[in-house]
């Protein structure tokens, strides 16, 4: 079960076109005011960024140099991005 989705599709259906993430429906309570159907605008991240969000809350990670790793493809798309 999903604790949050981050969702980016410009080209696809929906009326959202920004990066966004919708809450996972059991984080939330029955009387919120949220749904997890709503789009709440992130901004663009990256996978990396994603990638160690998910280690600080316990993910492990599966090999010893991840930090290097993220920082290394992370950095890439940094320098290069054409959408800041």
Do not use: F
Not at 25 to 33: F, G, I, K, W, Y
Not at 55 to 68: C, F, R, Y
Request: no cysteine; net charge negative; charged share 20%.
């Amino acid at each position: 079960m999903a604790v949050v989705d981050y969702h980016w599709h410009p080209l696809g259906q929906s009326h959202e076109k920004d990066p966004h993430l919708h809450i996972g429906a059991a984080q939330l309570r029955p009387d919120s005011v949220l749904s997890n159907k709503d789009h709440l605008p992130s901004g663009r991240i990256t996978v990396e960024s994603v990638v160690r969000a998910a280690i600080a809350s316990g993910a492990t990670p599966l090999q010893p140099d991840w930090e290097t790793r993220l920082a290394g493809t992370e950095y890439r798309h940094v320098l290069h991005r054409s959408w800041h």
